[in-house]
């Protein structure tokens, strides 16, 4: 799929964690956890968001960053391609880049 976010919108594939294992062996599923944030790679953005004088704010992130964002609770922004969890969300939907 080819889709090319407007505004300040950013496509995130999100990165898969391992499962997790206990000490003793016990692996929890990923639905053990109920978590608040993700980690994913930008697949593409949007040009920017416009300000109030007309004028384009530029993104903060770039194509093949890797994030840490909040998912989206609304299921309209989730989307599979390819067998890839892909996340619509906005900038600001964005916690911080990993490094």
Do not use: C, Y
């Not at 929890?28 to 384009?56: C, F, H, N, W, Y």
């Not at 609304?74 to 916690?95: P, R, T």
Request: hydrophobic residues 35%; aromatic residues 4%; glycine residues 8%.
């Amino acid at each position: 799929m080819k889709l090319q976010p407007l505004s300040n919108h950013v496509l995130l594939e999100l990165i898969e964690e391992d499962t997790k294992t206990t000490k003793s062996g016990i692996v929890l599923p990923d639905t053990a956890e109920k978590k608040k944030q993700s980690k994913g790679t930008v697949i593409a953005i949007g040009p920017g968001k416009m300000s109030e004088k007309g004028d384009r704010i530029p993104m903060s992130l770039k194509v093949g960053d890797k994030v840490l964002f909040k998912e989206p609770w609304s299921e309209d922004n989730k989307m599979e391609s390819d067998g890839k969890k892909l996340f619509l969300v906005e900038e600001d939907d964005v916690l911080g880049i990993i490094e």
